[in-house]
């Protein structure tokens, strides 16, 4: 099934001709109504009437996140304050908010492209979905929702967390879909595991997973464990939310809604776009926003584009899974590392459960140093002494020979380590950089 083949399946000629007509717009919209872009244009020499081509949104600014930071709240608003309907906001790190503002005609396009993505995951009427991605300010839970009402299935906005609840919900009432982060996601499966509950005697068929970064081996340990298929989600609050892409029936790389969200590529350090199939930071320009549009907005997301037509009928761009954020890149001692890299090595082994931590910290030399922690299967905790020294051995080694790294090994307790409801922190960075 595919929600909008008109959109979705049309050739590449037709849809640029689109999406250059809906730039220009976008162009004269921030143009007139926000300072912030008119100065950056003038400052660069560029007017709208200079789009001619999609290729020419290379003569736009970027924006970058920390310009997002600086006219919170309203200093990107491209309309009048009364137009807007909802607010959501990502609270990151660093403290102050990132704000995505939406007029009514932004959730309508949020709705059509979060109802893409169920269809890709196989959603339709009749399904139930058990959605317990976060409501309130994280866009996650509402984008989900108004995707649901979109296709006609049936939601339960259990938002996440509660986890016995969770299931006896998804047991009462035949829950077909689950949305969720990845990490929760094994934590359900945990859960269910150690109080009765057999995965394999729910209706669950599938399940849209993001808003974090997971990997391939993550995704079969969820099949395996959830008995669904898996299928991996992505979006940012600035952009809209979720929605943005997400994988089709073949797992094989997200389709992006490139006629709403235009998909560059670039390599970080010098700004400058890269071929497809290169790795590079993801950057967006929303093409048909209307309250806090951005133009070439750089997201830290690293990953690579590829174009041609799926087997599933799709023509829209795929963006394949994410490896990371640049801001997530560890740099041990001169060798860059990405948790999800450390992630691909400790899935694979079967002592071990799916859940771990890594601390950096700066060690008595003064040089980086990382510590993995990693969870060990009940049956295999109790194993003497040099079971244990064996396995510490061998994922230094797996790390040292894969990755180039040197990390201290910590086999933890089963359960030692924090589950979460929403995102999981994966790195705790205790260097004060
Ligand atoms: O996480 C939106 C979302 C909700 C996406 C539900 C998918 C499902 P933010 O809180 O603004 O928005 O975080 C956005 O999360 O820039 C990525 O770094 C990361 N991220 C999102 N989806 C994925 C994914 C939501 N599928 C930031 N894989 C993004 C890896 C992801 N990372």
Known sequence: MIWNSQAECMGQREREAGQVESLRKLAEHVYKNVPFYKNKFDQMGVKPADIQSISDIVKLPFTSKDELRETYPYGLLAVDESELVEIHMSSGTTGTPVLEAYTQKDIDTWSEAMARCLTMAGVGKGDVIQNAYGYGLFTGGLGVHYGARAVGANLIPISGGNTQKQLQVMQDFNSTFLTCTPSYSLFIA????????????????????????????????????????????????????????????????????????????????????????????????????????????????????????????????????????????????????????????????????????????????????????????????????????????????????????????????????????????????KRNL
């Open 190 to 429: 945990e859960y269910a595991r150690e109080n009765g509950y057999d995965m394999s005697k729910m209706a669950l068929r599938g399940g849209a997973f993001g808003a974090e970064p997971w990997t391939d081996d993550m995704r079969k340990e969820m099949e395996v464990q959830l008995h669904l298929k898996a299928y991996d989600i992505y979006g940012l609050t600035e952009i809209t939310g979720p929605g943005v892409a997400n994988e089709c029936e073949c797992q094989d790389g997200l389709h992006v809604q490139e006629d709403f969200f235009y998909p560059e590529i670039i390599n970080p350090e010098t700004g400058e776009p890269v071929a497809d199939g290169e790795k590079g930071e993801l950057v967006f320009t929303t093409l048909l926003k209307t309250g806090t549009p951005l133009i070439r907005y750089r997201t830290r997301d690293i990953t690579t584009l590829s174009r041609g037509t799926c087997s599933c009928g799709r023509t829209t761009v795929k963006m394949h899974r994410l490896m990371g954020r640049t801001d997530d890149m560890l740099i041990i001692r001169g060798v860059n590392v990405f948790p999800t890299q450390i992630e691909e090595i400790l899935v694979q082994l079967e002592e071990t459960e799916p859940h771990y931590q890594i601390v950096v910290d700066r060690g008595q030399t003064h040089l980086d140093e990382i510590e993995v922690w990693v969870e060990i299967k009940e049956k295999f905790f109790f194993d003497e002494t040099k079971g244990m020294e064996h396995l510490r051995t061998k994922i230094k080694g797996e790390m040292k020979s894969r990755l180039g790294i040197n990390p201290i090994i910590k086999l933890v307790e089963p359960k030692t380590i924090e589950r979460s409801i929403g995102k999981a922190k994966r790195v705790i960075d």
